[in-house]
C-alpha cells in the first residue's frame, strides 16, 4: 500500500503519494506564509529524492512578495518537474517570467509546464518520467519470465 500525507497550509493543501507525487491546491489567496510552509513540506517529502508536483491553481491568486519568496526559496535539485493546472494567462505568464529569471541566474533547470485538467497533468508527469529514465510507481514493470526447458524422464 502507498503511503499518503495530507497537510492543510492557509486555504490551500498539499497530498503526498508515495513515491514522488505531490498534489497541490491553492484555493484563494497565496501569501508568503503559505509559501514558507510549503518549502517546509517540499524539504521533508523531497529529502530522498527528487519530486513531481501537480498544482491545481485555478482557484488562486498570488500576491508579489509570495512570488518572490517562491523564487528565493525552492531548489531546482527537489524536483523532477513541476505542472500547473487550470493556470489563466496571467499565472501563466508571472510563472513563466520568474523561471525564465531562474534559468538566467543558473538556479533552475527544472521544467515547468501547464495542463487545463489533472489527466492531462498526469499523462505529462508520465512524459518527464520517462524522458528522465524515472520508474512509473503505476505501471507494473515487464519482468521476464523464466521459463525452464523441457528434461527429458529416463
Given at each position: 500500500m502507498s503511503?499518503?500525507?495530507e497537510w492543510t497550509?492557509?486555504?490551500?493543501t498539499?497530498?503526498?503519494?508515495?513515491?514522488?507525487?505531490l498534489?497541490?491546491?491553492?484555493?484563494?489567496?497565496?501569501?508568503v506564509e503559505d509559501?514558507d510552509?510549503l518549502?517546509?513540506?517540499?524539504?521533508?517529502?523531497a529529502a530522498?529524492r527528487?519530486?513531481?508536483?501537480?498544482?491545481?491553481?485555478?482557484?488562486?491568486?498570488?500576491?508579489k512578495?509570495?512570488r518572490?519568496?517562491?523564487?528565493?526559496?525552492?531548489h531546482?535539485?527537489?524536483?523532477?518537474?513541476?505542472?500547473?493546472?487550470?493556470?489563466?494567462?496571467?499565472?501563466?505568464a508571472?510563472t513563466?517570467a520568474?523561471?525564465?529569471?531562474?534559468?538566467?541566474t543558473?538556479?533552475?533547470?527544472v521544467?515547468?509546464e501547464?495542463?487545463?485538467?489533472e489527466?492531462?497533468?498526469?499523462?505529462i508527469?508520465?512524459?518527464?518520467?520517462?524522458a528522465r529514465?524515472?520508474?512509473?510507481?503505476?505501471?507494473?514493470?515487464?519482468?521476464?519470465?523464466?521459463?525452464?526447458e523441457p528434461q527429458?524422464?529416463a
Amino acid at each position: 500500500m502507498s503511503l499518503i500525507r495530507e497537510w492543510t497550509f492557509g486555504n490551500h493543501t498539499a497530498r503526498w503519494e508515495e513515491p514522488d507525487l505531490l498534489r497541490l491546491t491553492w484555493r484563494g489567496p497565496t501569501r508568503v506564509e503559505d509559501v514558507d510552509s510549503l518549502v517546509l513540506i517540499v524539504k521533508a517529502v523531497a529529502a530522498e529524492r527528487p519530486i513531481f508536483v501537480i498544482s491545481d491553481v485555478s482557484q488562486s491568486t498570488i500576491d508579489k512578495a509570495a512570488r518572490e519568496r517562491f523564487s528565493q526559496s525552492l531548489h531546482a535539485q527537489w524536483f523532477h518537474g513541476l505542472v500547473y493546472v487550470g493556470a489563466d494567462a496571467l499565472q501563466r505568464a508571472i510563472t513563466k517570467a520568474i523561471v525564465i529569471a531562474l534559468y538566467l541566474t543558473g538556479k533552475w533547470r527544472v521544467d515547468i509546464e501547464f495542463a487545463d485538467t489533472e489527466d492531462e497533468a498526469q499523462r505529462i508527469v508520465s512524459r518527464i518520467r520517462r524522458a528522465r529514465g524515472v520508474p512509473d510507481p503505476h505501471r507494473e514493470s515487464a519482468v521476464p519470465l523464466s521459463l525452464q526447458e523441457p528434461q527429458a524422464m529416463a
